[in-house]
T-cell receptor, first 115, second 112 residues
């Protein structure tokens, strides 16, 4: 398997623009997590899905952020409008949530820069 | 909710020496404690984990210990090598939730 795939790997955009980050989880995994990593705040969980259903979005910073998972093989994280403080590395991770199985497989991340 | 603290934030050791990273957690309901390694430009990767019914687990040069009473757990790396240089994250997961809470990370440098 190719692992978790994220695109784009790098995104540079101007403040106010819409940004869409994409993630393809590992085939057969039933849960997907979106994280944001910054020097100041570390690795923060934004939202996670189980069987394509959003379970916990308490980490989503504000209404400018939204996430969808239309099917088991694709998820998006959208920021509209983007702001400079959204600059960070965004990771997607997937796993098979089953009894005794909690390992999360992370993608390579998308480095977002908002100017 | 769960809160995970991690020390030290940076650690520098000579090649061949041991490295120890310590974490504490706040929620006594947590029962799963993974450790992730993040190399530069990559996503974190699980290197070892321990569950609350086990006090210690070892995998070659890495070992993890858990003290549930004190709510402490630690990562031990022996015979460190330059390729061990990375950021290490501890984490804790509560019984009734699917998400893990990560510590702030430790940047480990192994000096050849």
């Amino acid at each position: 398997d190719a692992g978790v795939i994220q695109s784009p790997r790098h995104e540079v955009t101007e403040m106010g623009q819409e940004v869409t980050l994409r993630c393809k989880p590992i085939s057969g995994h039933n849960s997907l997590f979106w994280y944001r990593q910054t020097m100041m705040r570390g690795l923060e969980l934004l939202i996670y899905f189980n069987n394509n259903v959003p379970i916990d979005d308490s980490g989503m910073p504000e209404d400018r952020f939204s996430a969808k998972m239309p099917n088991a093989s694709f998820s998006t994280l959208k920021i509209q409008p983007s702001e400079p403080r959204d600059s960070a590395v965004y990771f997607c991770a997937s796993t098979v949530l089953a009894v005794g199985s909690y390992e999360q497989y992370f993608g390579p991340g998308t480095r977002l820069t908002v100017t | 909710g769960e809160n995970v603290e991690q020390h030290p934030s940076t650690l520098s050791v000579q090649e061949g020496d041991s490295a120890v990273i310590k974490c504490t957690y706040s929620d006594s309901a947590s029962n799963y404690f993974p450790w992730y390694k993040q190399e530069l430009g990559k996503g974190p990767q699980l290197i070892i984990d321990i569950r609350s019914n086990v006090g210690e687990k070892k995998d070659q040069r890495i070992a993890v210990t858990l003290n549930k009473t004190a709510k402490h757990f630690s990562l031990h790396i022996t015979e460190t090598q330059p390729e061990d240089s990375a950021v290490y994250f501890c984490a804790a997961k509560e019984t009734s939730y699917d998400k893990v809470i990560f510590g702030p990370g430790t940047s480990l440098s192994v000096i050849p």
